[in-house]
Every structure is written in C-alpha cells, then in structure tokens.
C-alpha cells in the first residue's frame, strides 16, 4: 500500500520549492480522488450485479416453489378422488358383511333345525327297526311262502278273508312306512348337504369380503396419509415462499436505491435465506457418492463420515460453496482436515443454536477462503484433496440447529 506523507515539518526554503511541494500535494490528492471516483461506481455495479443475481435466483425459486405447490394441489385433488372411492367400497363391502352375516346365522338356524329333523327321523327308524326286524324274522320262520302260507292256516272262509285284508295292510303299511322314511332321510341329508355348502359358500363370500373391506381399509389410512403428508408438505412451501417473498422484496428495495440513490438497507445477514432452497442447492462438487449420511455425531470434534457425505473428485478440484454466507472457520480441524466452515445464517438470539445452518466442507488439499469474509455461492472455498479413507474427494456436511442432517435431502436431485 502507498503511504502518502502530508506533514509539513520539513519546509522548503524558496517559493519555487513552497510551489513544487503544494503542486505535489495537489496532484497526489488529483490521483487519490480519480481512483475512489473509479473504485467506487466499479464496487457499486459488482454489488448492483450481485443483488440483480440474487433477485433472479429468489424469482426462479419462487416460480419453482409455485409449481411445487401447485404439483401438489393436483396430487391432493386425485388422493381425495381415490380417498373418496375406496371410502365407499369400504362402506359397500361393510354393508356386504352384514348381509352375509345375516344369511350365516339363517343358514346355521336351518342346518340346526334339519340336523335335528334328521336326528329325529334316525332315532324314530332305530325305535321301530326292531319290531321290522322281529316281523322279518317272522316272515323268514314261514318260510319262502311268506304271506301265503299263512293265509292257509286260516280254519275258515270268514277268518281268510280277514287275515288276508290284515295282511295285505300290513305288508302295504310296511312298504308305505319304510318308503316315506327313507325318502324323507334322502330329503333330509340332500338338504343338509345343500346347507352346509351354502354355509362354506357364504364363509368363503365372508373372508373374501373382509379382505376386500380391510384392504379398502389400508388403502384409505394409506391415502389419508398422504394427504396429510401433503398438507404438511405445502404449508411448509409456502411458509418457505413467504420467507422468500420477504427476502425479494428487500433485494427489490436494494435495487431501488442503487437507482435513486437513496441509502441502501442495512443487511442483517445473508441477501437469500437457504430455507426456501432446501432441494435445490447446487453440489459443492460434481462426483460420486463414496459414503452416505448414517448415524449423527453431535460433538464437533469427534466427527465421523456418517454425519455426512463423502464425494469422490481429483485432486485440485475447486470446491464451491452451496450458498451465500459468511466464512466462520478456515483451518485444519481434528477428523476433518483443511476444514471451511460456512455460516448461512442464524437466529437472532445468538445464545441459542435455533436457526442456526452451517455447511462444512473438509479434507480439503488448499484452502481459498479466508474466516469473517462474505461468500456468495458458487464461489471457490477450496481445492479437493484426500478423504480419509485416502481416495481423492471432498467431506461435506451440514449442520441444522446444531445437529447435523443429510445433505442429500438438501442438494438437487442428480439426474
């Protein structure tokens, strides 16, 4: 740096000498005030363009978190379609199973009351069998003949013929009795074999319909679910689009006053918060995933891959920072190795963690930031090194409220 002398202990001893040193002095100030006047407009056009960068970038979002919103409108509107309908199936299928119950206990009371029908009839044929048995036996001792041969024992014409009508009713009373028992035990059986396939019939009907009903059921839970999911999903879009929305507008108003003139509004931290860009943050570097988010390790120090990932890079490549913030740390770190801490902004209330988003990129081979500068994303943070495993990459993690998350859930999506 130039370091100008103005004192004036050393005074020349001629005019011409007293004129050389004030034209000195004129033309030292001439120059001063020509490379404010050009540093000055050059600093305000790189801070117009930054703030015109930032307001694009919080419009795009904006627009993107518009869309997203109404992505999800549409998908709610087709869940609540879907809810409704197997609402219904499930209220069919219920009013099914009571019917099919219903029909279950007629059937069960029919099946009871053929069984005992059935009961009745084989105790009333195990009562009478054996006075037919004792008859046959009869029969048998009268040998082939049967009938006839006692019909001839008959002494007179009178008592023949009485005998006969006896006999005849009584072999007609036989074949008569034992035709309509076993016909109505035929009946009997057939329907209580109808019956009890009407009843495996109904019970098979029943479990069928109580899967169907159960399965509606889940479904339903399942769209419900979502719905809910949904729900929360756009409250907090736009809970992030109003945050954004507030941001925009104080980019607007910067803008207004690098036109006018007017002083600008004091920053109380980062232009865009990096909220509303969770899902849309640009990689720190492009490579492979060697090792992904697992088990969350509080304490700084004692940090392992799992807290966050590790991208595999050659050597030297630059490494850029995911969003605006401020450097709050450049340096070797335990377990981390060249490490940059980036603060992406914090609660008001500085005692407490809440709010608070860091980014940390480690294992770094050269450092390019320096602590309690201003960073705007994209810009260099460092050069790729070695990972611990020894494999050329980068660590990057982040940390939400103290605690660190998966940043996979807040980069963009790969394609």
């Known amino acids: 740096m130039v370091n100008f002398d103005f004192s004036l202990n050393n005074r020349p001893s001629t005019i011409d000498q007293r004129r050389s040193a004030i ?22 056009t790189t801070d117009r363009t930054r703030t015109e960068a930032q307001a694009r970038r919080a419009t795009e979002r904006l627009q993107s978190l518009q869309r997203e919103a109404a992505e ?66 009869q029969l048998y001792k ?30 007609a009373v036989d074949r008569q009795r034992a035709a309509e028992h076993q016909e109505t035990l035929t009946k009997l059986r057939a329907a209580h074999t109808l019956l009890v396939r009407r009843r495996n019939q109904m019970a098979k009907l029943r479990q069928d319909a109580q899967s169907a009903r159960a399965a509606a059921e889940r479904a339903a839970t399942a769209r419900a679910q979502l719905i809910a999911e949904i729900d929360r999903r756009r409250d907090l879009t736009a809970e ?29 931290g980062p232009a865009l918060p990096i909220r509303p860009f969770r899902g849309d943050l640009e990689w720190p570097a492009v490579g492979r995933v060697m090792s992904r988010f697992g088990r969350a390790d509080a304490n700084l120090s ?28 450049a ?9 940059v801490i980036v603060d992406h902004g914090e609660h008001p209330d500085r005692s407490t963690r809440a709010g608070q988003i860091y980014s940390l990129y480690g294992q770094l081979g050269t450092i390019q930031a320096e602590r309690g500068t201003k960073i705007d994303r994209g810009e260099t943070v460092g050069l790729a090194g070695r990972v611990l495993s020894g494999f050329p990459g980068i660590y990057f993690e982040m940390r939400v409220d103290g605690k660190p998350v998966d940043p996979l859930e807040w980069l963009k999506k790969k394609p």
Do not use: C, W
Not at 100 to 129: K, P, T
Not at 308 to 320: D, L, N
């Open 72 to 137: 999800l409108a549409a998908e709610e509107r087709s869940l609540l379609t879907d809810l409704r309908r197997l609402e219904v199936e499930r209220d069919l299928k219920t009013e099914q199973l009571k019917h099919l119950d219903a029909d279950a206990g007629r059937v069960a009371r029919e099946l009871g009351n053929s069984g005992n029908q059935i009961d009745e009839l084989e105790a009333q044929e195990a009562e009478s069998r054996p006075i037919l048995e004792a008859r046959m036996v």
């Open 240 to 268: 992030l689009a109003n945050e954004l929305q507030v941001a925009q507008r104080k980019l607007q108003d910067t803008l207004g006053a690098f036109d006018t003139g007017a002083p600008r509004p004091a920053a109380d």
């Open 331 to 339: 340096g070797p770190f335990t377990g981390y190795g060249n490490l």
């Open 302 to 329: 004692v940090t392992t891959a799992q807290s966050g990932i590790q991208i595999a890079i050659a050597e030297g490549t630059p490494v850029r920072v995911i969003h605006d913030g401020t450097v709050v740390f």
């Open 142 to 171: 009268l040998g082939s003949a049967g009938y006839t041969r006692m019909l001839f024992n008959v002494a007179d014409l009178k008592e023949f013929g009485r005998s006969y009508r006896m006999v005849s009713a009584l072999a």
């Open 23 to 44: 034209d000195y002095r004129l033309l030292t100030i001439g120059i001063v005030l020509i490379v404010l006047a050009v540093d000055f407009p050059f600093a305000q």
